[in-house]
């Protein structure tokens, strides 16, 4: 199976910066894009960023500008770093891979389990 495991969530004050680590493993074939959703209380889960095999990004509009995604192929990892945080930022984070899994050829998201953020004013 194909697992992933975030980590760098945490509380911090509006203004301050964090990042989010996702290692992705397993019987991976492939993956193709990666990136990180997030989930407020009482809110639909929404796209933050995504990273393409080849390194292009995409972002959220109420991201751009702030945070950074990246990833290291050779390692199955992404990277989110995150700048001038704001309390509206403060959610759930969850990365995904869309990959294949070498054991059943199964393609499709998989899913960390989250790591909260919380930004206080």
């Known amino acids: 199976q194909v697992q992933l495991v975030e980590s760098g969530g945490g509380l911090v004050q509006a203004g301050e910066s964090l990042k989010l680590s996702c290692a992705a493993s397993?019987?991976?074939?492939?993956?193709?894009?990666m990136g990180w959703y997030r989930q407020a209380p009482g809110k639909q889960r929404e796209l933050v960023a995504t990273?393409?095999?080849?390194?292009?990004?995409n972002y959220a509009t109420s991201v751009k500008g702030r945070f950074t995604a990246s990833r290291d192929n050779a390692s199955n990892m992404t990277y989110l770093q995150m700048n001038s945080l704001k309390p509206d930022d403060t959610a759930v984070y969850y990365c995904?891979?869309?990959?294949?899994?070498?054991?059943?050829?199964?393609?499709?998201?998989?899913w960390g389990q989250g790591t909260q953020v919380t930004v206080s004013s």
């Open positions: 995904y891979a869309d990959a294949r899994d070498s054991s059943n050829w199964f393609t499709g998201y998989y």
């Open positions: 397993g019987t991976i074939f492939s993956i193709n894009a």
């Open positions: 990273v393409t095999t080849g390194g292009s990004t």
